[in-house]
């Protein structure tokens, strides 16, 4: 069965497919010892060079900014530390001073006197004894209030970690948009190198997300796959075009490949080179097409893309 048309968005320089030079110039060749890391690839006006090239290309600002939201976060939360650390200093220092350690000694006193006037005292002694132990008490809670807002370095701590949260909203919106520019990037990508309609034998593309229908057994797995076959050229943005193709949701049984960790009805992403070896067998809406991996340069490309890398947050 199809559906659509229904507009997509492809690498504008996949109009007319993708070119490496016999001899990558010295400033895009890969020091990789993997043949794959040689192919030179022209995707867009600015994404361009080798597959490790490309992926810096795609992924390195994003996880640049994703450093430093982590490194900011950690800042954040040690300025929490520090004050909360300067406060109990500042509190510690006022229960040591002489004044406090007086109406310490008054309070325990204020407790007993009110503890007597509760259990066999008037109602006047009961009222007195209460407002004389509210009294030293309140005092008590005066000196370390007011110790805490005098003191010199919090306020100094309350404004770094502004500043800091501050910046960190910033990161935090960076990371926003360089994750969506990235997403749109690796969908666009996908929907370039995917098999596309009609699937012929020798038909050839990576497949993207999937999902298998039956758990996988000893002859394989099959998935459900969706093939698009473009019928309109629309508009080109930023080296991303626009589109317009009809669906069609068909079968695949796939074999050679490893289908650990793969499970009924649960979407796993296929990113590497396939290729049709049998026609549809059976009827709709089961018709199922046979495909088996078929190494391309695009495999590596697609294995470097996708995982992003922890690195080391920028210094301070």
């Keep these: 069965?199809?559906?659509?048309?229904?507009?997509?968005?492809?690498?504008?320089?996949?109009?007319?497919?993708?070119?490496?030079?016999?001899e990558p110039a010295a400033d895009t060749r890969s020091d990789s010892t993997n043949p794959a890391d040689q192919h030179v690839w022209?995707?867009?006006?600015?994404?361009?060079?080798?597959?490790?090239?490309?992926?810096?290309?795609?992924?390195?600002?994003?996880?640049?900014l994703t450093a430093k939201q982590k490194a900011l976060r950690q800042h954040s939360s040690?300025?929490?530390?520090?004050i909360l650390a300067e406060q109990a200093a500042v509190t510690n220092s006022v229960h040591k001073s002489d004044a406090y350690q007086k109406l310490a000694a008054e309070k325990t006193q204020a407790e007993i006197d009110l503890k007597t006037?509760?259990?066999?005292?008037?109602?006047?002694?009961?009222?007195?004894?209460?407002?004389?132990?509210?009294?030293?008490?309140?005092?008590?809670?005066?000196?370390?209030?007011?110790?805490?807002?005098n003191d010199v370095k919090i306020p100094q701590l309350l404004k770094d970690k502004k500043e800091e949260q501050q910046e960190l909203k910033r990161c935090d919106d960076a990371v926003s948009t360089a994750q969506k520019w990235r997403d749109k990037l690796i969908s666009a990508l996908r929907d370039t190198f995917k098999m596309k309609w009609p699937l012929t034998p020798g038909a050839a593309g990576i497949l993207g997300i999937v999902t298998p229908v039956d758990d996988p057994d000893a002859n394989g797995v099959t998935v459900e796959y969706v093939a698009y076959e473009p019928v309109e050229t629309g508009a080109t943005q930023e080296g991303i075009t626009?589109?317009?193709?009809?669906?069609?949701?068909?079968?695949?049984?796939?074999?050679?490949?490893?289908?650990?960790?793969?499970?009924k009805n649960t979407p796993v992403a296929l990113d590497r080179n396939f290729t049709i070896v049998r026609r549809a067998r059976g009827d709709e809406p089961?018709?199922?097409y046979e495909a088996r991996p078929a190494?391309?340069?695009?495999?590596?490309?697609?294995?470097?893309?996708?995982?992003?890398?922890?690195?080391?947050?920028?210094?301070?």
């Design 117 to 149: 006037a509760r259990e066999s005292g008037t109602a006047q002694e009961k009222l007195d004894a209460s407002s004389n132990f509210n009294r030293i008490r309140s005092a008590m809670e005066k000196m370390e209030t007011s110790a805490v807002a």
């Design 286 to 288: 089961e018709r199922t």
């Design 42 to 64: 022209e995707l867009t006006d600015y994404l361009k060079g080798t597959a490790p090239k490309v992926r810096d290309q795609v992924n390195g600002e994003l996880e640049r």
């Design 78 to 82: 040690a300025y929490d530390a520090a």
């Design 1 to 22: 069965m199809f559906k659509g048309p229904i507009w997509i968005a492809i690498l504008a320089l996949g109009l007319s497919g993708f070119s490496a030079g016999a």
């Design 295 to 316: 190494k391309d340069d695009v495999d590596r490309l697609f294995e470097l893309l996708i995982p992003l890398r922890d690195v080391p947050p920028p210094s301070r």
């Design 242 to 263: 626009q589109i317009r193709a009809i669906f069609h949701n068909v079968r695949l049984h796939l074999t050679g490949i490893d289908t650990k960790g793969m499970s």
